[in-house]
């Protein structure tokens, strides 16, 4: 029951501070948002993904020739 108690009060004090910094944490996500240049990541994050699936086409391809030489 001690540890219960002590978990309820540590907890409330959690919640006030969130409450507190709440109102600051829109200000915040707003200046990291205008920080990051959107644009350059969505070129890497398509870059990337087109690597990957490159890369995975061409495991596949290799699985094919080997089994069209198999067959052969």
């Known amino acids: 029951?001690?540890?219960?108690?002590?978990?309820?009060?540590?907890?409330?004090?959690?919640?006030?501070a969130a409450v507190a910094t709440s109102a600051n944490a829109a200000g915040a996500f707003d200046t990291i948002a205008a920080s990051v240049d959107f644009d350059s990541v969505a070129t890497w994050v398509g870059t990337i993904g087109i690597a990957i699936v490159g890369i995975a086409m061409a495991f596949k391809a290799i699985d094919l020739a080997k089994r069209g030489v198999r067959k052969a």
């Open 1 to 16: 029951m001690k540890y219960r108690k002590t978990a309820l009060r540590f907890g409330a004090a959690l919640a006030v």
